[in-house]
């Protein structure tokens, strides 16, 4: 931790909390964070060359592992005609077919460079779309750190106690409503009294932003038909989730289609990229084709397109989903048999390759008043037992932690091994 340790003290000085994105700077469990040097498979190793076994991935992207020779080889054979070009590729029809390809309601998409792109893109298109300016979200949702968005917003906003930002005007805010997510009566509530108002819903189909929380059964259901009874645009936010919980996302987790859907996080491989797409007939209204205006210096950048691209077509290889999901559900299984050993109560939360952990004595967590009513101070105890054991969780109570294809059982055994350790010494 050393070299960490003088490496947080020198970004502090020019850097706002010497990160460059507030849950990096290990405020929701205190400490210094670990400056990163290298990273392998499911390791990354940190400045004093400590290696650890890595359940963020970057916040999600590396669902292959890190510094895969597929994704990093396209890197370097596409950079060597040139880093941008500012006109269109044909590398970029590639990618949208291969998304649409694996997420078939994507009937028409267009790249950005992050999931906040994304979403805030989408948000405004669904509002030009329907000539409605209120939308509604779930607390504890996080879409990103647009200004409609970052009301009871969830990830690092709640982790550092805002999940309502200053310098968001309250006529701005006023728009956005809120009600819980897995409540589908709160839903159906706000609708009758402003559905006629309602531009959209945008809800994560899992939330991944106040630890993992899977939908209710018939919630994401619900929200389709609250939706197509009045006319209002279901938008689901797949940053996390795409790609990540089934290769064609939540929506063919749970069988429900949205009308636009947004993308992050694995469809860059790495790269900031970001995506939205949908319904033609919706994204039609989208610039120079429609009257929403939308645009992107770097969108659609080759090399984080190149990348992109080897990620999604190593991800559709063989049944690697299936192989995730036993993996995830091996580590959920033995973290909860490990803590049921060791005298701690445990909840944990999975769907495909990402899962959650909440200290509790309730058997299942499903809101969000639940998920912020679990003992953050075991979190944290337990978050540092873990990384001196070379076990790197995600530093906050509120996000999801991830698995790789590059988790072998071999590194799941490791892992179960430390925690086993770590829940006897809480
Ligand atoms: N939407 C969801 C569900 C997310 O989890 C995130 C980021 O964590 C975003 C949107 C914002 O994406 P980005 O950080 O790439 O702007």
Redesign the pocket.
């Known amino acids: 931790m050393q070299k960490s340790q003088q490496l947080f003290e020198n970004a502090k000085n020019i850097i706002p909390g010497g990160v460059n ?1 507030p849950v990096r700077a290990f405020n929701g469990v205190g400490g210094t964070p670990c400056f990163i040097k290298r990273a392998e498979g499911a390791y990354i190793y940190d400045a004093d060359d400590k290696a650890y076994i890595d359940y963020v991935g970057s ?2 992207p590396m669902i292959l592992g890190h510094n895969h020779p597929a994704i990093r080889e396209a890197v370097i054979e596409t950079a060597q005609n040139g880093l941008s070009f500012g006109a269109p590729t044909e590398l970029e029809i590639t990618m949208a077919e291969k998304v649409r390809e694996l997420v078939p309601s994507m009937e028409s998409l267009r790249m950005v460079s ?6 805030m893109s989408a948000i405004r298109l669904a509002r030009g779309y329907t000539g409605r300016d209120k939308i509604l979200k779930f607390e504890g ?5 647009a200004d409609s ?1 970052l009301v009871k917003a ?3 906003a709640l982790t550092m106690g805002v999940p309502n930002s200053p310098g968001i005007p309250e006529d701005f805010a006023k728009h956005t409503l809120t009600v819980s997510y897995n409540k589908l009566d709160e839903v159906k509530a706000m609708f009758e009294q402003v559905g006629q108002d309602i531009a959209c819903i945008i809800v ?1 189909p899992v ?3 106040m630890n993992c929380i899977p939908p209710v059964e018939g919630f994401l259901e619900g929200l389709r038909e609250i939706c197509d009874q009045y006319g209002s645009v279901l938008i689901f ?5 795409g790609f990540r919980v089934a290769l064609g996302g939540a929506q063919a987790f749970y069988n429900v289609t949205p009308d636009l859907t ?1 993308l ?2 694995v469809i860059g491989g790495g790269m ?1 990229v ?1 995506a939205f797409g949908g319904k033609k007939a919706i994204m039609d209204y989208i610039a120079p084709v429609g009257p929403v205006y939308q645009a992107g210096t770097l969108s659609g950048n080759p090399i984080a397109m190149a990348a992109g691209l080897a990620s999604l077509n190593e991800l559709s290889q063989g049944d690697k989903h299936q192989q995730l999901a036993s993996a995830t559900e091996k580590l959920a299984m033995g973290f909860k048999a490990a803590a049921e050993r060791n005298g701690i109560s445990l909840s944990i939360n999975y769907a495909g390759a990402m899962f959650g952990f909440f200290f509790t004595d309730e058997e299942q967590i499903t809101t969000y008043e639940q998920a912020t009513a679990c003992d953050g101070e075991k979190f944290k105890r337990f978050f540092h037992l873990m990384l001196e054991q070379g076990v790197y969780l995600a530093p906050s109570a509120f996000e999801a932690s991830f698995l790789s294809t590059a988790h072998t059982e071999e590194i799941l055994d490791k892992t179960l091994e430390a925690a086993d350790k770590c829940f006897a010494q809480l």
């Open positions: 994105s916040w999600g992050s999931g906040t792109e994304a979403t949702c996080y879409h990103g750190h968005l969830g990830s690092g994560e939330a991944g932003n936010d797949e940053v996390m989730t947004t992050g996080k900031p970001g």
